[in-house]
């Protein structure tokens, strides 16, 4: 304000000059400071209007600002030293809306000016990432500016955010959108009549949420607006309240004529715009001082261009003349006049209770709404997919009322859309206790299946931002408990392929053989950087954070290698890489763990040890035959090769059906055999001729090289359980949703909550 102070002189001078003179008087009397009374000469002097050299002083008083400023020395500095150089979405739009901060006035036509008020914003949005910056926040801001220093305007906005305007300034100005119905039912009870007229115009909704968002800054100009920002610091809330059904009582003759919204938006808006501070004739501009030139040295700034308190509002910067309407200071005292004894602070506040669950329900029920029409065409019923989505957002309201989890990783992660899309955004926890409860892969509780549940979640996560969007959530548990049994093969298969598993975690009771096939892997996916990191990084077998598992130097490469993955498991047909030996061991250990304690355990587990030496064996008939020699790669017809498998285990077996098998309860079935089972598998592999297809192509049940390695393809996989009628029971079972979603509802919760930490 110093730097950019326009004169001061005239009826003007003398009016700031006496101002001065009666706050002295009142300091003298009543203290300064935080010390100064509250008194009725107090609340005169507010009316009046601030003089400007004060008005920091008096917002800091009055709104407990200085109490902040007080206790927290040097807080501000540490903040803009950690938010400024900060990369994150609030300062991208930060910068974004910077020029457009108070353009009437010359402070922001230069870096100067724009440097401090980013600062400012951006330090706000690293003290509250739950709020970060909301669009209306750079015009308070830049006004604060103009009155405070940079820390003093810090901690008023801070003030206004978090204690005079709650929740007016988060994703979904809930708190804008609450005094919007409180301000409708104040209408209805003053201006019965008026309000019933913008009812039948549509206009209930539309009036008061800019006025309130930006403290009227945005539909009058800042010279008027700040003399409510004076009684606003003083009083509260409930002055905004006060100038704005006064605002409409001035005009209600006028408004009731009106035809349709569109007249009656033009007419509040001129009125608005002519608001002003004193009462000279209309005051020609002739520029616009928002396309003004910066300037770069401060003392040859024209300081005569415009005189404090010429009438310039937003529109009438573009004009030549302007018509006035009604002096500020008129509207505050006739707000006191008319609203002052019947409009109190605790009416506002029990209004605000009242309207508040209205809101939060109203923009509950379009998130629902928003995340149901993104959830593809499933078996699901859409009674079945509304349930769900109600219990999973409830259990998660729960959960961040109790504070166990914060609700700012996915609002800001959802970032600026408006379509509630922070609603939809489930994490890792909380999709392992959706899953565990309503997938037929997870429901028998076993935490041994953490890892195979994070593999999902990883598959399923697009953006690898450690979040999955509702849809999903349906999709997977489609898939899991009502898709085709192939297809829900075929993702078993996938969720143990490079880079979802790391090959890391897994050991082989002999030499590790896994090293080609993982780069035949890497190769199809175009992930071998990816696969380096993964390689080398470790991971619990109870992840609970993306970044703990798959720390890549690029984001994009590990986000089309996931992709890539993600379409092969959801495509029909789609090629596959075939699978090593240290894979296919954790695979069956999955499958193990899937099947304890569900229907016909024992008969399952006979089938799984059945099935796992099937394809152990054929794991080593390419190893140990070299059958890509056997193919006769001049003929166009395809080849059919029959081979003797036994499935008894030898003594070389023995310690890797331990690891296949690891659990002590299981019968050893095997063992107790005393026949020799042979069964004929038809490996048959097709060859084109003249041209030898390469690995890429990889739609071969075999390689077409000859190497030594242990492998099995999918193909083999999918023949392999579909000879075992328990295994194609339980992958061909549909699961009943709605059982599972009443089951769960009578618990009250997915994830069970200590007492101790439950809401008062």
Same mark, same amino acid.
């Given at each position: 304000?110093?730097?950019?102070?326009?004169?001061?002189?005239?009826?003007?001078?003398?009016?700031?000059?006496?101002?001065?003179?009666?706050?002295?008087?009142?300091?003298?009397?009543?203290?300064?400071?935080?010390?100064?009374? *509250?008194?009725?000469?107090?609340?005169?002097?507010?009316?009046?209007?601030?003089?400007?050299?004060?008005?920091?002083?008096?917002?800091?008083?009055?709104?407990?600002?200085?109490?902040?400023?007080?206790?927290?020395?040097?807080?501000?500095?540490?903040?803009?030293?950690?938010?400024?150089?900060?990369?994150?979405?609030?300062?991208?739009?930060?910068?974004?809306?910077?020029?457009?901060?108070?353009?009437?006035?010359?402070?922001?036509?230069?870096?100067?000016?724009?440097?401090?008020?980013?600062?400012?914003?951006?330090?706000?949005?690293?003290?509250?990432?739950?709020?970060?910056?909301?669009?209306?926040?750079?015009?308070?801001?830049?006004?604060?500016?103009?009155?405070?220093?940079?820390?003093?305007?810090?901690?008023?906005?801070?003030?206004?955010?978090?204690?005079?305007?709650?929740?007016?300034?988060?994703?979904?100005?809930?708190?804008? @959108?609450?005094?919007?119905?409180?301000?409708?039912?104040?209408?209805?009870?003053?201006?019965?009549?008026?309000h019933a007229h913008l009812v039948k115009l549509n206009m209930i909704g539309m009036i008061c949420l800019s006025w309130f968002l930006?403290?009227?800054?945005?539909?009058?100009?800042?010279?008027?607006?700040?003399?409510?920002?004076?009684?606003?610091?003083?009083?509260?809330?409930?002055?905004?309240?006060?100038?704005?059904?006064?605002?409409?009582?001035?005009?209600?003759?006028?408004?009731?004529?009106?035809?349709?919204?569109?007249?009656?938006?033009?007419?509040?808006?001129?009125?608005?715009?002519?608001?002003?501070v004193i009462g000279d004739s209309v005051l020609d501009i002739g520029e616009d001082l928002s396309k003004s030139p910066p300037f770069?040295?401060?003392?040859?700034?024209?300081?005569?261009?415009?005189?404090?308190?010429?009438?310039?509002?937003?529109?009438?910067? @573009?004009?030549?003349?302007?018509?006035?309407?009604?002096?500020?200071?008129?509207?505050?005292?006739?707000?006191?006049?008319?609203?002052?004894?019947?409009?109190?602070?605790?009416?506002?506040?029990?209004?605000?209770?009242?309207?508040?669950?209205?809101?939060?329900?109203?923009?509950?029920?379009?998130?629902?709404?928003?995340?149901?029409?993104?959830?593809?065409?499933?078996?699901?019923?859409?009674?079945?997919?509304?349930?769900?989505?109600?219990?999973?957002?409830?259990?998660?309201?729960?959960?961040?009322?109790?504070?166990?989890?914060?609700?700012?990783?996915?609002?800001?992660?959802?970032?600026?859309?408006?379509?509630?899309?922070?609603?939809?955004?489930?994490?890792?926890?909380?999709?392992?206790?959706?899953?565990?409860?309503?997938?037929?892969?997870?429901?028998?509780?076993?935490?041994?299946?953490?890892?195979?549940?994070?593999?999902?979640?990883?598959?399923?996560?697009?953006?690898?931002?450690?979040?999955?969007?509702?849809?999903?959530?349906?999709?997977?548990?489609?898939?899991?408990?009502?898709?085709?049994?192939?297809?829900?093969?075929?993702?078993?298969?996938?969720?143990?392929?490079?880079?979802?598993?790391?090959?890391?975690?897994?050991?082989?009771?002999?030499?590790?053989?896994?090293?080609?096939?993982?780069?035949?892997?890497?190769?199809?996916?175009?992930?071998?950087?990816?696969?380096?990191?993964?390689?080398?990084?470790?991971?619990?077998?109870?992840?609970?954070?993306?970044?703990?598992?798959?720390?890549?130097?690029?984001?994009?490469?590990?986000?089309?290698?996931?992709?890539?993955?993600?379409?092969?498991?959801?495509?029909?047909?789609?090629?596959?890489?075939?699978?090593?030996?240290?894979?296919?061991?954790?695979?069956?250990?999955?499958?193990?763990?899937?099947?304890?304690?569900?229907?016909?355990?024992?008969?399952?587990?006979?089938?799984?040890? *059945?099935?796992?030496?099937?394809?152990?064996?054929?794991?080593?008939?390419?190893?140990?035959?070299?059958?890509?020699?056997?193919?006769?790669?001049?003929?166009?017809?395809?080849?059919?090769?029959?081979?003797?498998?036994?499935?008894?285990?030898?003594?070389?077996?023995?310690?890797?059906?331990?690891?296949?098998?690891?659990?002590?309860?299981?019968?050893?079935?095997?063992?107790?055999?005393?026949?020799?089972?042979?069964?004929?598998?038809?490996?048959?592999?097709?060859?084109?001729?003249?041209?030898?297809?390469?690995?890429?192509?990889?739609?071969?049940?075999?390689?077409?090289?000859?190497?030594?390695?242990?492998?099995?393809?999918?193909?083999?996989?999918?023949?392999?359980?579909?000879?075992?009628?328990?295994?194609?029971?339980?992958?061909?079972?549909?699961?009943?949703?709605?059982?599972?979603?009443?089951?769960?509802k009578a618990k009250g919760l997915l994830r069970q909550t200590s007492l101790s930490s439950s809401p008062d």
């Amino acid at each position: 304000m110093e730097l950019y102070a326009l004169p001061v002189h005239g009826d003007i001078l003398e009016t700031e000059t006496e101002k001065e003179k009666e706050w002295t008087k009142h300091f003298e009397e009543f203290g300064r400071g935080m010390t100064i009374y *509250r008194t009725t000469d107090t609340t005169q002097l507010i009316l009046r209007g601030v003089p400007d050299k004060l008005r920091s002083e008096i917002w800091l008083i009055y709104s407990g600002a200085s109490n902040e400023l007080a206790n927290h020395a040097g807080h501000y500095a540490d903040l803009v030293e950690a938010a400024v150089l900060k990369k994150c979405q609030s300062n991208e739009e930060i910068e974004r809306d910077l020029h457009r901060s108070l353009p009437e006035h010359p402070a922001f036509h230069d870096e100067l000016g724009l440097n401090a008020l980013r600062r400012v914003l951006c330090s706000y949005a690293c003290r509250n990432p739950h709020i970060g910056y909301c669009q209306a926040m750079n015009m308070v801001a830049s006004v604060l500016l103009l009155y405070c220093s940079e820390e003093e305007a810090f901690w008023l906005l801070v003030g206004i955010c978090e204690r005079l305007l709650p929740d007016y300034y988060n994703r979904k100005v809930v708190g804008a @959108m609450v005094d919007q119905n409180v301000m409708d039912e104040l209408m209805e009870k003053h201006l019965p009549k008026l309000h019933a007229h913008l009812v039948k115009l549509n206009m209930i909704g539309m009036i008061c949420l800019s006025w309130f968002l930006t403290l009227f800054l945005s539909v009058m100009s800042y010279d008027c607006a700040v003399w409510i920002m004076d009684c606003f610091f003083f009083e509260g809330a409930k002055v905004i309240f006060q100038v704005a059904l006064t605002i409409l009582e001035l005009n209600e003759e006028a408004l009731l004529k009106c035809q349709d919204e569109g007249e009656a938006m033009q007419l509040l808006s001129e009125y608005l715009n002519g608001i002003y501070v004193i009462g000279d004739s209309v005051l020609d501009i002739g520029e616009d001082l928002s396309k003004s030139p910066p300037f770069n040295n401060l003392n040859s700034f024209p300081l005569q261009t415009i005189p404090t308190g010429a009438p310039v509002g937003p529109k009438s910067r @573009m004009e030549r003349s302007h018509k006035k309407s009604v002096l500020i200071s008129t509207i505050i005292f006739e707000s006191y006049r008319r609203f002052d004894t019947i409009l109190q602070s605790t009416d506002i506040s029990t209004l605000r209770l009242k309207h508040r669950l209205k809101v939060i329900q109203t923009l509950e029920d379009a998130a629902m709404r928003n995340a149901l029409r993104s959830v593809p065409q499933t078996n699901f019923s859409q009674m079945e997919i509304q349930e769900l989505f109600l219990l999973v957002r409830g259990d998660h309201l729960w959960q961040v009322a109790c504070g166990a989890v914060s609700d700012e990783k996915a609002v800001s992660t959802a970032g600026t859309s408006g379509n509630g899309h922070q609603y939809q955004l489930i994490d890792l926890e909380q999709f392992r206790s959706a899953f565990m409860a309503f997938s037929p892969w997870g429901n028998n509780g076993n935490p041994n299946l953490h890892p195979l549940i994070h593999r999902i979640f990883m598959l399923f996560d697009d953006d690898c931002d450690g979040y999955i969007k509702f849809c999903d959530l349906v999709q997977i548990l489609a898939i899991t408990g009502c898709g085709d049994v192939t297809y829900r093969l075929r993702l078993f298969y996938c969720l143990h392929l490079p880079p979802l598993l790391n090959t890391t975690d897994v050991s082989t009771p002999a030499e590790d053989n896994s090293t080609e096939i993982a780069t035949e892997a890497s190769e199809f996916f175009n992930i071998e950087s990816a696969l380096e990191v993964l390689e080398n990084s470790s991971s619990s077998s109870t992840p609970t954070k993306m970044s703990m598992d798959l720390e890549i130097n690029s984001k994009q490469q590990r986000q089309d290698s996931l992709t890539k993955l993600r379409e092969a498991a959801s495509m029909e047909g789609s090629p596959l890489p075939q699978m090593d030996q240290t894979h296919f061991i954790s695979m069956w250990k999955s499958f193990y763990d899937v099947f304890i304690q569900q229907k016909n355990e024992q008969n399952a587990y006979h089938s799984i040890v *059945r099935v796992g030496t099937l394809l152990f064996k054929l794991g080593d008939v390419g190893s140990r035959t070299g059958v890509s020699k056997i193919i006769n790669k001049s003929s166009n017809s395809s080849t059919t090769l029959t081979l003797p498998i036994n499935l008894i285990p030898t003594p070389n077996d023995q310690e890797t059906l331990s690891i296949l098998c690891p659990y002590d309860d299981f019968p050893t079935v095997l063992a107790n055999q005393t026949n020799q089972i042979t069964e004929c598998v038809n490996l048959q592999v097709r060859s084109k001729s003249p041209e030898v297809p390469t690995r890429d192509k990889l739609d071969l049940k075999l390689p077409l090289e000859s190497d030594d390695e242990w492998h099995i393809t999918f193909e083999q996989f999918v023949a392999s359980v579909l000879t075992e009628e328990p295994l194609v029971e339980f992958f061909e079972a549909k699961t009943n949703l709605m059982i599972s979603i009443e089951k769960h509802k009578a618990k009250g919760l997915l994830r069970q909550t200590s007492l101790s930490s439950s809401p008062d």
